[in-house]
């Protein structure tokens, strides 16, 4: 009974002793919590629209750290590290008795340590909590740590921070960084003998860095192989076949692509570690390429902009600052996709658009090329000559200035800085001016993101879209503004698509426009095909004259060249749409043969005091019944209501009588179906409503 009751006080007692011994671990453990960060100190990351990496920025401390998750690693990769370093990973809780027990006896013999026995967990204490020494007090707190972080971390966060945080020498943290300077991919498909270098470098980086130590660093990877036929992660013939692939030499530079775009993103959201933008990473390396080619051969100060943009959503694929961001020469810090420059002709296809939507032209009017004078403003063609009497679609062709201006002073600059600010473009204009003729030949202030975002409305069917890169602080909501009418756009990427590549340039289908703004200081290239723009600028970022650059010889090669390099499918220009096709000259209405001003010609809008035309019979949208598919079928009466006499009738483009000064016509179809009625008046006024005849 004695000894019964010593023995449950003895029990008593250790079981006492084990809470106070638990208890103060428990203690210590929250008096000394292990240094773990929520969030560690990585390189800042900009993605593009599908995660791959564009740039990434070294840490504070001058490494290259970057955040690694598992499904961003090679699964091949990660059993064999752990076979390599810690077979018994997911079985221990920090600490491996029987590891440490081979290290104890190691120890014993050799006087020394042999090998450290140390667990991922015991590594990642290392990692987190460098040590002075490899001494045993050192490995004790190591143990100690390992069990702590056992305690707050689970085993794929573990593993996730060792990825993150292991050294692979120089100033490469992790096997991503890794990965990126020696292999020049992300880990996610490593290569046997890859994977093998990885496993082999953290435990001694500097001495078997490969791109200074690659003897060394092939010697250990081969280690690292028969390990690995050892634990049976490999076969033989694997491991034989890896070993003969030579380690390479080289460390690469870490992707640094879209610099200022990535910058823009930094600025914007300084605390965020990952920045996703809308590029697309072989877009941008593409244009990124033919930039930095162009300006090698243009010279030392020249630079090369360009932004290419998707025109359904106004997402930009790739956005070029500059040829070199890091050429002082050619000021390369300076973005100038959103520099304000003179747009040289580039805007003429908006001219031209209005003009076809008022009726004052078609393509086929002729109009005037010679010396003119408007109020003291006397415009020249860029080469100083005069074609005379020219189609509009050969005008707009040959970039003619005298035309361009003839048409903006019958449309009125105001209006087309309206449909401009329409489409999400404001001008810069000289303080306290109002928007003048010369607009029309570039004296106005845009930049390349705003010209390419214009050009989005010609490539959409009218409608435009404002640019988005993914660095916006709040949405961007896409009202759909009109840039131009539907019918005048495709007239005008008609005429465009015709304009003659410039030399050594293949055909894509691309619809484009150059301008070059005064005193050589711009030249531009913008085009688009049915899905795509693009705009290039070429010059000098300080503003600097480059005598003999021309948008059509200087930056319309690199647009063409862009294209081609960018990797994009090319996609047709949309066909037609209902009622808009290219009229012979022949077949036009007689207020549309040949544009003029003149009281005897073309009456211009601004001189109308009428009300503009309109189709008040047939309503627009309406159906009508006239048995079209019978022998009795009836004439369908049409009425209109204001404009100038005589008026002229179309049906489908095509003229249904000679001009008459009477508001009622009568059209007979020649089918069922949608129909597109349209009337012009003298003024050059047009209206037109759709019906469908039954």
């Not at 080289?250 to 930094?266: F, G, I, N, Y």
Request: aromatic residues 6%.
């Amino acid at each position: 009974m004695r000894a019964l009751r010593k023995l449950t006080v003895f029990g008593a007692a250790a079981i006492g002793l084990a809470a106070a011994a638990v208890g103060a671990l428990y203690a210590l453990d929250r008096a000394y919590p292990p240094p773990l960060p929520a969030r560690l100190a990585v390189s800042t990351e900009v993605l593009d629209r599908d995660g791959a990496l564009l740039r990434a920025y070294a840490t504070p401390d001058g490494y290259w750290r970057l955040d690694t998750r598992l499904d961003q690693v090679d699964p091949q990769f990660v059993k064999m590290l752990i076979a390599y370093e810690d077979k018994r990973f997911f079985d221990h809780e920090g600490v491996d008795p029987l590891a440490l027990l081979r290290a104890a006896k190691q120890f014993a013999g050799n006087r020394r340590i042999v090998s450290g026995g140390s667990t991922l967990s015991m590594q990642l204490a290392r990692l987190i909590e460098p040590r002075e020494s490899r001494s045993l007090g050192s490995k004790l707190l190591q143990v100690l740590r390992a069990l702590q972080i056992e305690r707050r971390l689970s085993k794929t966060e573990i593993l996730e921070r060792y990825l993150t945080l292991a050294p692979y020498g120089g100033n490469l943290e992790g096997v991503r960084a890794a990965s990126l300077a020696y292999f020049g991919k992300e880990p996610r498909r490593l290569t046997v003998p890859e994977a093998a270098l990885l496993v082999a470098l953290p435990q001694l980086p500097e001495r078997r860095r490969p791109d200074r130590n690659r003897e060394t660093a092939e010697a250990a990877r081969d280690r690292v192989l028969q390990r690995m036929v050892a634990a049976g992660v490999l076969n033989e013939r694997e491991a034989a076949h890896a070993a003969t692939e030579p380690v390479s030499k080289t460390r690469l530079a870490l992707p640094a692509l879209a610099a200022h775009v990535a910058d823009v993103a930094l600025r914007k959201a300084p605390s965020e570690m990952r920045h996703k933008l809308t590029l697309k990473k072989n877009v941008q390396q593409g244009l990124e390429t033919v930039a930095a080619d162009a300006a090698a051969k243009l010279g030392p100060r020249i630079s090369v902009a360009m932004v290419l943009a998707d025109s359904q959503n106004g997402e930009i694929l790739g956005e070029v600052g500059s040829a070199d961001y890091f050429d002082g020469g050619r000021s390369g810090w300076i973005d100038m996709t959103r520099a304000v420059r003179s747009p040289g002709s580039t805007l003429k296809p908006f001219i031209y658009g209005l003009a076809m939507e008022q009726g004052l032209v078609a393509q086929e009017t002729l109009i005037e090329d010679r010396p003119a004078d408007f109020g003291g403003y006397r415009p020249r063609n860029f080469d100083m000559s005069y074609q005379g009497d020219v189609s509009v679609r050969q005008a707009l062709q040959l970039s003619l200035n005298v035309p361009a201006i003839r048409l903006l002073d019958a449309v009125g600059p105001a209006r087309l800085t309206a449909r401009f600010r329409q489409a999400g473009v404001t001008p810069v204009l000289p303080k306290g001016e109002a928007p003048g003729l010369a607009i029309g030949l570039g004296g106005v202030g845009v930049s390349l993101r705003d010209l390419v975002q214009l050009y989005i409305g010609l490539a959409n069917g009218g409608k435009a879209r404002t640019l988005r890169d993914g660095t916006e602080t709040a949405p961007i909501w896409n009202s759909g503004g009109t840039v131009l009418d539907e019918r005048a756009t495709w007239q005008i990427a008609d005429i465009l698509s015709g304009v003659k590549p410039p030399e050594g340039a293949a055909r894509r289908g691309i619809a484009y426009k150059t301008g070059t703004s005064y005193g050589y200081r711009d030249a531009w290239s913008v085009g688009f095909d049915g899905r795509y723009v693009l705009g290039v600028w070429v010059g000098r970022a300080d503003a600097g004259s480059v005598p003999g650059i021309s948008g059509y010889t200087t930056a319309a090669p690199i647009l063409f060249e862009a294209f081609a390099k960018s990797g994009l499918a090319a996609v047709p220009l949309p066909r037609a749409p209902s009622g808009a096709f290219r009229t012979a000259r022949a077949d036009l209405p007689v207020t549309q043969e040949r544009f003029s001003p003149a009281p005897d010609g073309l009456i211009a809008v601004k001189a109308a005091t009428e009300p503009a035309p309109q189709i008040v019979f047939p309503p627009d949208g309406a159906h009508v019944d006239l048995a079209a598919a019978s022998n009795a079928a009836t004439p369908l009466v049409l009425k209109l209501q204001g404009g100038r006499a005589p008026f002229r009738w179309l049906a489908n483009g095509k003229p249904l009588e000679e001009p008459s000064r009477r508001r009622t016509a009568t059209w007979q179809p020649d089918g069922t179906g949608y129909s597109t009625l349209t009337v012009i008046d003298a003024a050059g006024r047009a209206a037109s409503v759709k019906v469908f005849v039954e």
